[in-house]
């Protein structure tokens, strides 16, 4: 290329360059190239409502017996009778066990034998008290024979007051051979059989009654919330549910027991549901979801617990706007109920929150709600 030839390029270079300029300028300023159309976000979302809501407090609980008593003979002899079937369910009073009562029947004749012969003896006793008396007011008589006589009377009567009270010792013994059930429950596995010799007082029970009817729900509870129970407990009385594993039914009682002391180790304290259990779905041993009922929020706000995200600054929800922009709304949450959680603070009734999709969000994105994150548009 010539030096004309180059000078000539650059010339037109000049002058081409600032209207290149000029025209790039005029499209950065284009709105279009500005903010590129991106599409709507599909998400999910829900209605904040306005509702009173229960608070309550939602733990694992493990069902406890009423009342377990372990049955022991307090006579020993050998085993001749069993009266109901292992594992069953015996009603108060129903005859659980006979022990050889032969043993026992002979000592209650014998004592009753001796009562008989002491009253007698006591009666004659008494006779000749009275006649010596007589005899000794008259002068007939001597003071030492009066005063033997009166002694004799006394020690037959004690003797008589003891005989009686060998024939209840012994009628007791005897009432012992029948072993009855003092509690109603269900019965554990039997630790005795037909034929074995009984000791009294045994170290191992010869069988365990578990009372079922009603029976008691353990739960414990943060040390936090003890002092709301304890209010509530003032003004009513507070309903426990338990839920068994994979039911939807609750078995329904009432808070009956709260421990005295706090859990160091922990920071927990034990509380106690006592449940009527007519049915006997709940059974000693099992765990149970339980939901303690404190009391009720008037007209709070509720948003799905989903919907709650969480920040540097907090949590906060997206809720769409007008043109269906969403903006972060920081909130208060309360507490969660169901799958609802209480807004105390940030959201107002009706609000439209996203409940699903959020990761896909800034401030000011347009979003599409669907009825599920891979189906149609809701109407």
Known sequence: MTLHHLRSALLLAAILLPACIILLGCNHDSPESAH???????VLAAKAVQKTVPTQLQEIGTVESFATVGIKSRVEGPLV??????????????????????????????????????????????????????????????????????????????????????VES??????????????????????????????????NPMVTIAQIEPIYVSFSIPEKDLSEVRRNMEIHQLPVAAFLPGQAAAENGV?????????????TIILKGLFPNRDRRL?????????????????????????????????????????????????????????????ERGVEAGATVVTDGQLRLMPGAVVRIKDSLAGGASP
């Open 36 to 42: 590129p159309a991106f599409p709507p976000v599909a």
């Open 81 to 166: 009778a069993i009266h109901f079937k292992e594992g069953g369910y015996v009603e108060r009073g129903q005859l659980l066990f006979t022990i050889d009562p032969r043993t026992f029947q002979a000592a209650l004749d014998q004592a009753e034998a001796n009562l008989a012969r002491d009253q007698a003896t006591a009666h004659q006793a008494s006779v000749d008290e009275q006649r010596y008396s007589v005899l000794w007011r008259q002068g007939v008589g001597s003071r030492q024979q009066y005063d033997q006589s009166y002694a004799a009377a006394a020690s037959s009567s004690a003797l008589v007051a003891a005989d009686r009270a060998a």
């Open 170 to 203: 012994a009628r007791l013994n005897l009432e012992f051979t029948r072993i009855t059930a003092p509690v109603p429950g269900r019965t554990g596995s039997l630790q005795n059989h037909t034929g074995d010799l009984i000791k009294e007082d045994a170290d």
């Open 255 to 267: 808070l009956s027991f709260v421990d005295n002391t706090v859990n160091q180790a922990t920071g």
């Open 283 to 343: 059974w000693p041993g099992g765990f149970v979801n339980v939901r303690l009922t404190l009391g009720e929020i008037p007209n709070a706000i509720l948003v799905p617990s989903q919907a709650l995200q969480t920040g540097q600054q907090g949590q906060f929800v997206f809720v769409v706007g007008p043109g269906m922009k969403v903006s972060v709304h920081p909130v208060v949450a309360g507490p969660v109920i169901g799958g609802e959680t209480v807004i």
